[in-house]
């Protein structure tokens, strides 16, 4: 699920030396560190709307840590407290009822999710703008939920319609419009209806190497991914054509420590295990191998992949 970017921050905010300090851990992981700050920025009695987006800050730092319960309860106090200070019709209010809502629906609290989805997209209808990003954001937010419960046909229509609109806004070749046919995809694809995924997500490539370029990191994931679509239809030859052609590709546009080259071999390498190929899993597990160097593989995974790499160099009759 894919959040859009919505509203800045208030001025002055991430000035604050407990706010950098957060900002700084989380940028390393140290995710009990960043919420730690937080609190103590909050403690420390600022104004009410910079505490409002400081702790929407912590909610994705308790989601990294494992904690979805208390990143909802999180957000839903912030949303709260946007209410009370702004009114719930208010752009600010809203996106903080944007981020509840996420954040309930990440949880797996549907029905609250469902009913902050409701009330949410028939305020946000009658004060913003159609073209208003916030606007899309609340609609395509919606659309994730109510695809996670019973509500799948609305989700499925909400996606068409914003798709459209953003289409007849000249707007088709977007982030935003980006992010829902994104999301449009993985809902085909869930839905059972994977060709039709994988012809929206071709689409999406060639939007995405007219705008980045052919070997950009997003045209290469958007390549990774109808790949994987491939793979789901049962072709599997055609997939590992591909994903081959993509590896190579990764070798030499990314950085090396780069995570899609490792996630594109990993398939690869399953793949050459179900054709039973020895000599392409001995290929593919070096390469592995050898990415492990920079990706900080843990040295299990380096230890297992040696012995599999040795096991295969046996069928084929290689020395090690």
């Known amino acids: 699920m894919k959040l859009y970017s919505e509203i800045p921050a208030p001025e002055g905010l991430f000035e604050h030396a407990q706010v950098k300090e957060a900002l700084v851990a989380a940028y390393w992981s140290e995710f009990e560190r960043a919420i730690a700050a937080i609190t103590e920025f909050l403690n420390d009695d600022p104004p009410e709307d910079h505490a409002i987006f400081a702790l929407r800050e912590t909610v994705p730092w308790w989601a990294e840590l494992g904690n979805l319960d208390r990143a909802a309860k999180v957000a839903t106090q912030c949303a709260q407290r946007a209410i009370q200070l702004w009114g719930s019709l208010d752009p600010m209010a809203l996106v903080m009822r ?32 159609l073209k208003e990003p916030l606007h899309a954001a609340v609609r395509n937010n919606a659309a994730r939920i109510f695809e996670g419960g019973e509500h799948r046909a609305e989700a499925e229509s909400i996606y068409i319609d914003l798709i459209s609109d953003f289409e007849a806004w000249g707007q088709s070749e977007t982030e935003h419009c980006f992010t829902t046919r994104d999301n449009y995809v993985q809902f085909l694809a869930s839905d059972g209806r994977v060709s039709e995924a994988r012809d929206l997500m071709l689409e999406q490539i060639l939007i995405f190497t007219k705008i980045y370029g052919q070997y950009s990191p997003i045209t290469l994931r958007g390549r990774y991914d109808a790949s994987i679509l491939s793979l789901h239809l049962g072709q599997m030859d055609s997939a590992r054509e591909q994903l081959e052609g993509l590896a ?9 420590a780069d995570a899609l080259t490792s996630m594109v071999l990993s398939v690869l390498l399953s793949i050459a295990l179900e054709q039973d190929d020895a000599a392409a899993v001995v290929q593919v597990t070096t390469r592995l191998l050898d990415q492990a160097q920079y990706t900080g593989d843990p040295c299990q995974m380096s230890a297992g992949l040696q012995q599999l790499r040795n096991r295969y160099r046996d069928l084929c009759g290689v020395s090690h």
Do not use: F, P
């Open 248 to 256: 190579q590709d990764c070798a030499k546009h990314l950085d090396v």
């Open 98 to 129: 944007n981020t509840q809502m996420y954040w309930l629906g990440k949880a797996g609290k549907q029905s609250k999710a469902e009913e902050c989805a409701r009330s949410l997209l028939a305020d946000a209808a009658v004060v913003l703008d």
